[in-house]
């Protein structure tokens, strides 16, 4: 322990400093003055003296070198036990020490004397320190009078105490003794001086090879509960963005018709804060589905709620009905608006079971993963534009197979990127762990989590989505079917599309009065393109487990709205007609050019 730094503080002592003495030349300047004057002889016999100028200085304290170690100890700010022996004996506490723990005893062990070193947890380093004579220390700990301390243990040397001392006086006395009465008893003496000092001698050897420990005790009940109070800040803090990006996530993901899926998020450990990462399924309608994920760059409650503007913004763009590139261009200046400082990347894209497909845009995020029936796995192009908020950039979109029996993977940079590899190392590890990862759309979530050495302790947030097209046989493959008619136009368009629809819809055994709705709805959807489309025209039926599907394309673009008809006007119904018996319906622009119209019927469970 270096007890110089204390000694500034130590009220009453200073350094000990170069001491001014007849080397300093302000002494010897005055008396050479003094002596000239006295040998001159001045009219009234007067003998002028200089006046000092010098003040009066103050008196000294004592040394540094001048006090006892029990001096310096008791002086110290901090509380300072000393222990003496194996068995730790209680042999000094200074004021400060009992000032926060209260009187101690001497001589008794400290396991029964200092409890506040139990409840510390320093006594099972005592034994440690004591053998091994290297200091330990045990940061922050509470008493349970509420206080904090960190406590440094340090090994101390044997020392002579009131036995050493006790014992030179007794053999300065016995040598006296020893020197008056050597005239008798000379040989008998002897002998009893030997025994004198061997028990003396093994009596020192005692005590000078039992060291001790001295117990320093720093007060840190300030800084302590600053640190809880930040930390309580912060877990608030951490707790409010995961909240809020919860409850800006879907509760409930929508399952379409043709698809299995499922999502995994997982925030951050304690140490790491809440990122913005979302994903989101949407139905598009006609057995469309689009699928999102997306990663703000950024921590806390504002990454959460740029998050939620561009989810819900996306949902509105989706409604739309746009191809992936367009809605990926128009979150682009969106991001810019919301968070200039912030960027986000995101992949939009869109599943058509007439298709076996995804078309997707992407805007910097990492590139899906989609798994055959057989364990290949493949990986979807580089990104195919820069991140939303970058401005400046035309994206495109890109296509990759979703086959019947395949999966699909949507991911976030927390599930491939760490510190010590390359992020394609992580990509190529999660393509690995794809391959054998079967089961439903959530077991291969779980799989994957597990299989990244993803734990609750991870140092950033996670979101995965799962898509699987499964493979339908037997069955339940009979309640999926699909059936289409060209159509040329002319006169003879709507009689052939209502004769289709009635047959095809009576074969897959729907009821009467649903049939007649459908093939109502098909022959309407065909009219008004023939009034309003260019050929060539397609009329398709898809049947699902859950739903009726009829769609009508053709080579015009211009998209039909539903408007109130006039008494006296002669069209202008078809769409009113549509919307009335159908589930739902709307149109999009398809990417070759044209439009197509559709409508939905819900089956009967």
């Not at 037997?474 to 079917?481: D, I, Q, R």
């Amino acid at each position: 322990m270096n007890f110089t730094r204390w000694s500034a503080r130590l009220p009453g002592t200073q350094r000990r400093a170069a001491a001014r003495d007849d080397r300093s030349p302000v002494p010897a300047a005055r008396a050479e003055y003094a002596q000239a004057q006295a040998a001159a002889t001045l009219p009234d016999g007067a003998i002028p003296v200089p006046p000092d100028t010098t003040p009066t200085p103050a008196a000294p304290g004592p040394a540094l070198d001048d006090l006892s170690a029990r001096e310096i100890l008791g002086r110290l700010p901090a509380a300072v036990a000393l222990l003496h022996g194996p068995d730790h004996r209680v042999a000094y506490v200074n004021e400060a020490y009992e000032t926060a723990f209260g009187p101690r005893p001497s001589g008794v062990p400290a396991a029964e004397a200092l409890p506040e070193l139990a409840e510390l947890s320093v006594l099972p380093l005592l034994d440690q320190v004591l053998r091994s004579g290297t200091a330990r220390t045990v940061k922050s700990r509470r008493t349970a009078g509420g206080g904090s301390y960190t406590v440094t243990c340090t090994p101390v040397a044997a020392w002579n105490g009131t036995a050493d001392k006790d014992d030179e006086k007794a053999g300065e006395k016995a040598g006296e003794k020893a020197a008056d009465n050597k005239t008798r008893e000379k040989a008998a003496d002897n002998k009893t001086g030997e025994k004198t000092g061997e028990k003396a001698g093994e009596k020192d050897k005692q005590a000078r090879g039992e060291g001790g420990v001295l117990v320093y005790a720093a007060d840190v009940t300030d800084h302590a509960e600053a640190a809880e109070r930040l930390r309580t800040s912060e877990r608030r803090h951490r707790e409010t963005a995961v909240t809020l990006q919860r409850s800006l996530l879907p509760q409930e993901l929508e399952q379409p018709d043709d698809l299995r899926i499922a999502a995994t998020y997982q925030p951050g450990g304690t140490d790491a804060a809440v990122g913005g990462d979302w994903y989101d399924v949407i139905t598009l309608g006609a057995g469309r589905t689009a699928l999102v994920i997306g990663d703000v760059m950024g921590r806390g409650v504002r990454a959460a709620a740029v998050m939620g503007q561009l989810r819900t913004a996306v949902r509105a763009y989706a409604r739309l009905d746009l191809p992936p590139h367009e809605v990926i261009q128009l979150l682009d200046g969106l991001a810019s608006e919301i968070d200039a400082t912030q960027i986000a990347t995101c992949i939009y894209a869109v599943h058509d079971p007439n298709e076996g497909q995804l078309v997707y845009a992407s805007a910097g995020h990492l590139p899906m993963l989609v798994r055959d029936e057989d364990g290949t796995v493949s990986r979807a192009a580089d990104p195919t534009g820069p991140p939303l908020g970058t401005g400046g950039w035309v994206h495109t979109s890109g296509t990759i197979a979703l086959p019947p029996g395949s999966t699909a993977v949507l991911y976030t940079d927390g599930l491939v990127e760490r510190r010590s590899e390359d992020i394609d190392e992580g990509v190529a590890s999660l393509a690995r762990a794809l391959s054998g990862a079967k089961g439903s759309p959530q077991v291969v979530c779980d799989r994957l989590i597990r299989s990244l050495g993803v734990t609750a302790e991870h140092d950033d947030d996670v979101a995965v989505l799962v898509v699987q097209h499964p493979a339908r046989t037997g069955p339940n493959a009979e309640l999926f079917h699909n059936a289409a008619l060209d159509l040329l136009g002319g006169i003879e368009a709507t009689p052939r599309a209502r004769s289709f629809a009635t047959g095809v819809l009576t074969s897959w055994r729907f009821p009467a009065e649903l049939r007649d709705l459908g093939v109502l709805a098909a022959s309407e959807l065909v009219a008004n393109s023939l009034q309003h489309g260019t050929p060539p025209m397609r009329l398709g039926l898809r049947r699902t487990d859950r739903r009726l599907i009829i769609e009508v394309t053709d080579g015009d673009d211009h998209l039909p709205r539903r408007r109130q008809a006039e008494p006296a006007d002669e069209a202008g119904r078809g769409i009113e007609i549509i919307a009335s018996i159908a589930t739902s319906w709307g149109s999009r622009r398809t990417p070759g050019g044209g439009k197509a119209v559709w409508c939905e019927f819900a089956l009967p469970r």
